[in-house]
Structures are given as C-alpha cells and as structure tokens.
C-alpha cells in the first residue's frame, strides 16, 4: 500500500476527530450563551475572553471527579456503553465528504476519509447502533431509573430513526447511488432541499428528535427520572455521553447539507453566471475607462487639428465677416464689429 495514502489517511482522521472535539465545545458554549441570553443571563463569561474556555473547563473538571460505579453494577457493560455513541458517531463521519479535492506534493487528495458506494447505508447502520450505548448503559447501572429512562431514550430514536431514513430514500431515488460524493457531484445544478423540501422537514424535525434537543428532550425526563439513562455516570463516562450527543448533531447536520444543500459553488451554473457577471463588470469598467481615455485623445486631437488648420478669409460684402473653425458665423461677427476677431483666430 502505498505510503502517502496511509500518511494522508492519517492525516484525515486526525483532522477530522481533531474537528470534532475542537467543534464540541464550542457548541456547547454557542448553547449556553444563546440560553443565557433567552432568559436574561449573560452565560459564561469568567473563564476566557468571552467565556470560550469554560467548557474546556468543565472537561477538565469532569476528567479530574471520582468514577463511581454503582454497587450490583454490570461493570464490563457500564464501562462499554458510554464509548458506543461516541464510536459510531466517529464512524458516521468517515464516509462525510468535506470537499472536494486538494493538491499536496503532486498527490491529489480527497476531502473524505473513505468514499464507499454504501455510504447512505452505513450511516444509517452506525448511527442506530448508538441505540445500544442508552439502553445498556440504562440496564448496566442496576437501577430503576437509568433503566426507565434508558428505554424511553431507546423507544425516540428507534421511532424517528425509521422516518429519518425514509425522509432519504427520496434522495437515493433522484440520485439512484448511496455514494455520498456521488450525491454531491449530483447537485451541482441546485440543491435537492428544492424538490424534496417537504423531505428535508421531515429530515430536521427526525435529528432534533434523534439529538434529544427540545421540544424532544423529554426522554431525560428530570422531574421524573433524576436524569434519564445516564445518572448513575459519572466523571468522563458522564462526558462520553455528552460528547456524544454533541457529535451526533454534527452528524445529523452533515447529513442534511451532503444530501440535500450541498453544492460546490465553482461548479454550477449559478456560479458560472456568477463569475460571468463579474468578469462582464470588470470589462464594463475597463471598456469605459478606456472610452473615457480614449475621448480625451479625440478632444485633444480636435484641438490640435483645429490649432494647426490655416486660418481662411473672404470679403463678405461690407459685414468684415472672417470664418474662424472655433468660433460660429454669429461669433465671429460679433468680434469682428468690435475688432476682437483676429485676437480670438
């Protein structure tokens, strides 16, 4: 195999889990300082300029707390299931294309870890996987509630999990590929969100549900089940559940622009209009610039021509009359009365 496809392999993952727990955190701050502003707090402010390194923070605070494992507890599965979200999240974005394709050292590169032909497919397989991380970890804790809430998460994501992908069989019809590239190549003649709007809706209204954000966050249940599956969890198996949630709505939100508002902009017509329009600009303002110029070169071609033509007299009965090129005949008797003439010729 060759060695620059392993370093640039590499080099993908690492950018692309380095975008991920970089992109988390600043989720997670963009939501506190949204919330915080909707019920008239400020949000974080104290840790960083703007509070952008509280959450950095609160890893840090989570990584250092006592891991607590319940007694009775199944410790194999309780130590497993908060790493299956997070697992399946990652595996979801190595088949998401970011771009199209880069020239480093004479190898072209594609912005994608892997591009199979069942794209659409293992995406939809690995995400529902996420399913088994809820509910063993509810099962695992060896308590009522986590297993209630557990179920309850279970039961929303595997009920929108069936409507999500339907909401993408429209798009696999258009198209007739899984490819996610080849999706992608696809519309560069405008956005599938145009045909299949009623899809998309579909398709957001399922991820809000599937990232159990709000209005369908009610499967942690707080005033009911302490906090859902997750409350025996503690310390960084508490943060792989977070991290994980997180992940998923970037997942659901790549999914959403590479399959129906993707479009390479350099590509289509709109930005072939685009970029003719400007390039018609820029000639409209060098064909103007260069009528202005070359107007003054004709003025002052008239002017000298007009200097260096020889000045012609005739006797015009008794009115003195002398034709003079810059002047009119009315002028020219004018001046000629008051004896100006051959100053002004």
């Not at 804790?141 to 992908?165: D, V």
């Not at 599938?192 to 957001?204: H, K, R």
């Not at 009315?330 to 051959?342: F, I, P, R, S, V």
Request: with cysteine; net charge neutral; charged share 15%.
């Amino acid at each position: 195999m060759d060695l620059a496809f392993l370093i640039s392999s590499a080099a993908k993952v690492l950018i692309v889990l380095g975008f991920v727990l970089l992109g988390v955190p600043l989720i997670v701050w963009m939501e506190r300082k949204v919330i915080g502003h909707m019920q008239d707090r400020i949000g974080p402010q104290r840790v960083g300029p703007f509070g952008l390194l509280q959450t950095i923070a609160d890893g840090i605070k989570l990584f250092m707390k006592e891991d607590l494992v319940p007694a009775g507890a199944d410790k194999v599965v309780f130590i497993i299931a908060p790493a299956l979200p997070v697992i399946t999240a990652f595996l979801a974005l190595s088949v998401i294309p970011f771009g199209d394709t880069v020239t480093v050292l004479g190898h072209t590169i594609p912005l994608q870890i892997t591009d199979v032909n069942i794209a659409v497919l293992w995406i939809l397989g690995t995400t529902s996987m996420g399913v088994y991380g809820i509910v063993l970890g509810g099962w695992a804790s060896n308590s009522k509630y986590p297993l209630l809430g557990g179920l309850r998460s279970s039961a929303q994501m595997i009920s929108y999990e069936l409507a999500q992908g339907i909401s993408l069989v429209s798009v696999i019809l258009m198209t007739g590929t899984l490819s996610l590239a080849s999706i992608v190549k696809q519309q560069e003649h405008g956005w599938f969100i145009l045909p299949q709007f009623f899809g998309f809706v579909i398709y957001m209204i399922c991820g809000v549900a599937e990232t159990n954000r709000a209005p369908f966050d009610l499967a942690e249940a707080e005033t009911e089940l302490v906090a859902g599956f997750h409350t025996e969890f503690s310390s960084m198996k508490f943060a792989l559940y977070f991290l994980a949630e997180y992940a998923n709505m970037m997942v659901v939100s790549a999914i959403a622009i590479t399959c129906l508002l993707y479009v390479i902009i350099s590509r289509t017509k709109f930005g072939k209009a685009l970029r003719a329009v400007s390039q018609n600009r820029e000639l409209a303002r060098v064909t103007y610039l260069l009528a202005v110029r070359l107007e003054g070169f004709e003025q002052r071609g008239r002017e000298t021509a007009r200097r260096a033509e020889p000045r012609t007299s005739r006797n015009v009965g008794h009115t003195g009359h002398l034709e003079c090129p810059a002047i009119d005949s009315e002028q020219a008797q004018c001046l000629a009365e008051n004896g100006m003439l051959e100053l002004v010729c």
